[in-house]
């Protein structure tokens, strides 16, 4: 078991390189099913997610090799299996990913269910098989195991009456190789969606729209292998930015698409933070006590929800009263009872959070329940008075590359400690 262990307090000062995004990354790795052939992927971040996507691959039949820090080559040629175990997706919320890519490759997939990041509620995938079913496909589920198959998976004109990323990657997968034209009305805008397209694309499909609301998909008969280098990560990036913003400081946050995160620089500018844009880097400067705003989540290109916690973390420490509102996820403020132990004044009222800014958080021992809360908790670590020690550390290996050594490198004081071991001494890693 590990933990990390925070003295809060220090400025955070320098340049931190933001790495591949995660949730383009694990929407790409599955694509490659749909081709017989190699790729060779740049900017793969080195986190768990992508560790245990690329193990499903690897068991499924795909070759994998490492060509160099952040790129692989993945062959698929030898790729056999139609079937996704449990102990194979478990841990990962994004394995249903493996479901669109093998209906678009063999129109039969069986997946079972899978894990990764609940907010304590249901994260149900009734969208994603009602636009199976409108491509032809007939869906069972036994035992927590999905069986989606077709005879021959036919284009639709598919409108989803809530916008899902999901939903719209697992469709755009199964659609690409389908008989005639597929239309995805209401469809998710996030930066990975296009990612996928684009890469998609490149392997030869014919995907029209993406990044608006509506995306059309001429089925084509057959896919090839490219080289495609993965989008930088907007929510690591939006990450730093805030962390910055509420341990104070001057960061320059390099290998980002400046674009993508501007909800996340408005909202710091109305809090009072200096945040200057280049071509791919932005700068966030911070000094003394910010002032509250109200955030609301909402699909791209709204506020993203995967920032909600980390900013809420900077909105306990501003000047005034703020609302959070989470209009994406019903129940994703759990994280909150472990701020209110670390001094923070936050009331749940419905799907809002009321914030009270207070002068200062204490550190305190706390854990991690989910990815983007575990990033909160390293925030509020990095700014109280005193030691924080996060637990459950497993969820934040999930989507942050490195976090020890990046925060390290701008002057935060974090390490990652083995436990237990309180009698022989905790054993420190840099
Ligand atoms: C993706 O999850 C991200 N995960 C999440 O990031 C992110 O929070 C979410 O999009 C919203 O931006 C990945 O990309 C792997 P949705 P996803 O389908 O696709 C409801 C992180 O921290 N809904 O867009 O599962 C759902 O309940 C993770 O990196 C249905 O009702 O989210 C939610 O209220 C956590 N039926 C809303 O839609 C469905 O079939 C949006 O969910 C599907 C979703």
């Known amino acids: 078991m590990e933990k990390f262990v925070i003295q809060g307090g220090r400025p955070l000062s320098g340049e931190i390189e933001i790495s591949g995004a995660k949730n383009a990354a694990v929407a790409i ?44 080559a993945i062959d698929t040629r030898g790729f056999v299996s139609k079937t996704v175990p449990y102990e194979l997706t478990r841990n990962l919320r994004a394995s249903y990913y493996l479901l669109g890519a093998l209906l678009g490759m063999y129109s039969h997939a069986s997946v079972a269910m899978p894990g990764g990041c609940n907010f304590g509620g249901v994260r149900p995938i009734d969208l994603h098989l009602k636009a199976f079913q409108a491509l032809g496909t007939v869906i069972t589920t036994d035992g927590g195991v999905i069986d989606a198959r077709a005879p021959r998976l036919v284009g639709a004109s598919v409108y989803f009456d809530k916008v899902s990323v999901g939903a719209t990657i697992n469709l755009m997968l199964a659609a690409v190789k389908a008989r005639g034209l597929t239309v995805i009305e209401n469809a998710a805008k996030e930066p990975h969606i296009v990612d996928l397209a684009n890469f998609l694309n490149l392997m030869g499909a014919n995907i029209k729209g993406a990044g608006t609301d509506e995306i059309k998909i001429e089925g084509v008969s057959e896919l090839h292998g490219c080289d495609y280098s993965i989008i930088p990560d907007q929510i690591e990036a939006g990450t730093y930015m805030v962390a910055a913003a ?61 920032m909600q916690p980390q900013f809420t973390v900077l909105l ?93 490198g701008v002057g935060a004081e974090i390490s990652r400690v083995d436990f237990p071991s309180p009698t022989a001494g905790a054993v420190k890693r840099a």
């Open 316 to 408: 306990t420490m501003c000047e005034g009263v703020s609302v959070v509102t989470d209009s994406v996820w019903d129940n994703r403020f759990r994280y909150v009872d472990q701020l209110v132990r670390m001094g923070a004044s936050i009331s749940i009222e419905g799907k809002a959070a009321i914030v009270t800014g207070v002068d200062r958080l204490k550190g305190a021992p706390v854990r991690a329940d989910d990815l983007r809360a575990g990033a909160a908790m390293i925030i509020a670590g990095l700014c109280a008075k005193g030691t924080t020690e996060i637990e459950d550390i497993i969820h934040i290996d999930r989507g942050y590359e490195d976090v020890v050594r990046k925060l390290r």
């Open 29 to 72: 790795l599955p694509a490659t099913i749909l081709a017989k052939d190699r790729f060779v992927i740049e900017n793969v971040p080195d986190i768990r997610d992508i560790s245990s996507m690329l193990q499903i691959l690897e068991v499924m039949g795909a070759t994998v090799e490492t060509l160099g820090p952040n790129k692989i």
């Open 246 to 306: 509420a341990a104070g400081g001057d960061l320059t946050i390099k290998n980002v698409i400046p674009k993508h995160l501007e909800p996340i620089t408005v909202k710091l500018r109305e809090c009072g933070a200096g945040v200057e844009e280049f071509d791919d880097a932005v700068r966030v400067t911070a000094s003394g006590r910010l002032t509250a705003c109200n955030i609301k989540t909402l699909p791209h290109p709204g506020f993203p929800t995967d």
